[in-house]
C-alpha cells in the first residue's frame, strides 16, 4: 500500500557536487512528474516521465539537470555541479493515466540544500 | 502561459471561525484541484472538480468551480487546528501539465 516513495528525505551538498533524487510511483502508476518548490512558493513543473521515455522536459534547466525513469527502478532527477540556488524541496508526483485530469498522488519530498 | 493566482496569501484565525479562500485566472481550465500541504510533507489532494458550477463538499470544506471555470473557491465552516497548511490550487487543461497557485498559508489558532 505504499505511495509514493522518494529518497533522500533531506540532502547536503556541497558546491559542485552532484545531486541524485530518487522516486518510485504509486503501484500501478506509470507517469511520473518532477516539480521544485522554493520556501513561500507554489510547484513549479520541471519534466514529466513515462517508463523510458522524457515526455515534457519543458520546467527543467538545460544546463546541469536531467532526468530519467528506466524500465527497471526508480525515477531519478539529477543534478550535477549544483549551486546554493538549487536549494529547494523537490517532489515527485505520479499517476495512473497521462496528466490526469482527476490530480496526482505526491510523495513527502527530498529537500536539497546546497553549501 | 496559464497563471493561478490564490488569495489571500496569509490567513490566520481562531478555532471555529469560518472562512474563504480563492482561486483565479484569466484562463479557462478543464480541470481544477485543491490540495493541502503540511510542513516537511508533499502536497494531498482533496478535490477535482472539472464542469462549471461545480461545487463539492468534504466534511466541513466546501469546494467550487466557477461557471466559466477560471475561478473556484474553498470554504472552510468552523476552522479547527488540524485545517492549518498551505492550500494549494492547480489547473489543467486536457494534454497540459498541472499548474499550481502559490499557495494561501492558513493558520488555524487554538
Known amino acids: 500500500n505504499a505511495g509514493v516513495m522518494q529518497n533522500p528525505r533531506h540532502l547536503v551538498r556541497r558546491r559542485g557536487q552532484e545531486a541524485r533524487l530518487r522516486c518510485s510511483p504509486m503501484?500501478?502508476?506509470?507517469?511520473v512528474y518532477w516539480y521544485r518548490q522554493l520556501p513561500e512558493e507554489g510547484l513549479k513543473f520541471m519534466v514529466y516521465?513515462?517508463?523510458?521515455?522524457?515526455?515534457?522536459e519543458s520546467g527543467m534547466p538545460k544546463e546541469r539537470f536531467s532526468a530519467e525513469f528506466p524500465k527497471e527502478g526508480p525515477s531519478i532527477l539529477r543534478i550535477q555541479q549544483v549551486v546554493r540556488g538549487d536549494s529547494a524541496a523537490y517532489f515527485c508526483?505520479?499517476?495512473?493515466?497521462?496528466?490526469?485530469?482527476?490530480?496526482?498522488?505526491f510523495g513527502s519530498g527530498t529537500r536539497l540544500t546546497v553549501v | 502561459t496559464q497563471l493561478l493566482e490564490q488569495s489571500p496569501q496569509f490567513l490566520s484565525i481562531q478555532e471555529g471561525e469560518n472562512l474563504t479562500v480563492y482561486c483565479n485566472s484569466s484562463?479557462?481550465?478543464?480541470?481544477l484541484q485543491w490540495y493541502r500541504q503540511e510542513p516537511g510533507e508533499g502536497p494531498v489532494l482533496l478535490v477535482t472538480?472539472?464542469?462549471?458550477?461545480e461545487v463539492k463538499k468534504l466534511k466541513r470544506l466546501t469546494f467550487q468551480f466557477g461557471d466559466a471555470r477560471k475561478d473556484s473557491s474553498l470554504h472552510i465552516t468552523a476552522a479547527q487546528p488540524g485545517d492549518t497548511g498551505l492550500y494549494l490550487c492547480a489547473g489543467n487543461n486536457y494534454g497540459q501539465n498541472f499548474v499550481f497557485g502559490p499557495g494561501t498559508r492558513l493558520s488555524v489558532l487554538p
Open positions: 503501484k500501478g502508476h506509470s507517469h
Open positions: 516521465l513515462q517508463k523510458e521515455n522524457i515526455i515534457d
Open positions: 484562463s479557462v481550465f478543464s480541470s
Open positions: 472538480v472539472v464542469t462549471g458550477g
Open positions: 508526483a505520479s499517476s495512473p493515466l497521462d496528466r490526469s485530469t482527476y490530480g496526482y498522488t
